[in-house]
């Protein structure tokens, strides 16, 4: 079974940083695409930083630049470093895999199957 665990989130003064992590069970990242996906109160889901089987990373618009994805093999954990951070921002954030055979667009939420609980970031 597959298992995703968040964690990292907080509350924090715009400009600053923080990290998510995600720690991932019953999966092989060379053979899952992994996501970071947020979701703000009353708005729709948003893939913002993706990372396909191949190590290939792919970002939305509203954070390129500024948020960083990547995982650690040895730990079986995914990241969001996320710098320079602003108030629109504020989401509960999740951590999201599918498998790398799945034929979709990276950054569409709709396209992965295993979801971890999410954690919360606010920015003010």
């Known amino acids: 079974d597959v298992q995703l665990v968040e964690s990292g989130g907080g509350s924090v003064q715009a400009g600053e940083s923080l990290r998510l992590s995600c720690v991932a069970s019953?999966?092989?990242?060379?053979?899952?695409?992994m996501s970071w996906v947020r979701q703000a109160p009353g708005k729709e889901r948003e893939g913002v930083a993706a990372i396909d089987s191949d190590g290939i990373a792919s970002y939305a618009d509203s954070v390129e630049g500024r948020f960083t994805i990547s995982h650690d093999n040895a730990k079986n954990t995914l990241y969001l470093q996320m710098n320079s951070l602003k108030p629109e921002d504020t989401a509960m954030y999740y951590c999201?895999?599918?498998?790398?055979?799945?034929?979709?667009?990276?950054?569409?939420?709709?396209?992965?199957?295993?979801w971890g609980q999410g954690t919360q970031v606010t920015v003010s």
């Open positions: 999201a895999a599918r498998p790398g055979t799945v034929v979709a667009g990276l950054l569409d939420p709709s396209s992965y199957s295993s």
């Open positions: 019953g999966i092989t990242f060379s053979r899952h695409d």
